[in-house]
């Protein structure tokens, strides 16, 4: 089309310059539309090139992301819903696993589960795609990425990531009485990422011993999230350390309208070798993970709670099988999901020595800026609010190397931005602790 276009301009500066040597005589105007025209040309020839290029890399891109499909499924909410052969994924375009063999969850792990079924609702959460059918044996359901999604993104290379990160701000936690002084670390409080944009958290810590496994049943909220580039989630993390080279696997769910193209809350996976650099990815917008059962990474989870309504929630569990170095990934107790493979880690592969419980939010008006991020965290409620007002997670548990879930030994709660998104563990004498975390953002004159 753009080569259409710049034959027409040259044509008719050509027939200008025609008219002119018949005898029209030398007009200024004919002149002036000549180099109009002429410039016309030039930038049109110019533009065509890059255009051309990255319509090449999106479509190389997508091709690399959307495997074949066995089936497709087209979601109530938009979503579609590829069926792919289990050894079709992305995870297998990942160097390390050209040869790797799938290995399914443990039984042990699987079965490990003593979450309680007070006040909660949690057996009613699904995937709004289940809705519409389900993926045939042998194959895995993905979410497709579109063109429109690689365009939001600031490049082909960037889409589905963290922002790299400068870790500038270390901060030490205090000395509590959940935490002995002797088991006091530095952690960060707050990361600041290379693109001006700020990750901050409302969470619950535990660290200093080895850890093969983690889980909560987190609360499910819709929080607002105003601005396209910005992203709130309710999560769990396992870490090796909080040096500035930290390896981390992450679930839990998330509002993310520039990965997402929408505020819907969705279930999400993240792992990352070099504290976001270069490695790692939400889901499967990268190779690395490697998916297993029926749940789509990316894919909206309903119902949601609502403000002093009913309360729903699902359990994310994340375990390390000490004989293949794999973490496991399950929700709703005993539904997996998928691993990160002992091939794509470091230290981790051994075990972690930090767990977080929370929220975080990702934003570039964060930390002392003003005016401060709109994005909710959590119900978009303090913690103070507690049940039925604030976001909350309960049945919190660690797995050792005894293979035993029980509560940590030693917690504390942090807020990075306290007067915009808090954190309380709600101990009580002869109940199992609650914890609540976060906030409105802005909220003037304490957070303005």
Known sequence: MQKKVLYVCCGLAEKVREDNQSG????????????????????LNVEARPSSTLEREIEAKLKQLNKPAVKTIKSEDGDIIDCVNIYDQPAFDHPALKNHTIKMMPDYLLKSSNSSKEDSSEAEIFQTWQKSGSCPKGTIPIRRILKEDLLRAASMDSFGRKSSQHLNNLTTIQKSEFIPENRSSTIINAIELMDGMVMQSAYLVTLGYNYIGAQADINVWN???????????????LKNDNHPYFESVESGWMVNPKLYRDGATRFFAYWTRDSYRSTGCFDLTCSGFVQTGDVALGATIEPISSIRGPQYEINVGIFLDPNSGNWYLKVKNNIPVGYWPAEILGSLRHSAILVEWGGQVASSNIRKKTPHTRTQMGSGEFASGRFKDACFMHNIRI??????????????????????YSSLNDVRYGVEPVFYFGGPGQRPPYCP
């Not at 797995?399 to 807020?415: F, R």
């Open 24 to 43: 029209m005589g030398e007009c200024k105007v004919a002149i002036l539309f000549l180099w109009v025209f002429f410039a016309s040309c030039i930038r």
């Open 223 to 237: 929080p607002r999230v105003p601005e396209a580039n910005e992203f709130t989630t309710a999560q769990i993390w």
């Open 399 to 420: 797995m050792d190397y005894s293979l035993q879930l029980k509560y940590p030994e030693h917690v504390t709660a942090v807020a990075d931005e306290p007067y915009c």
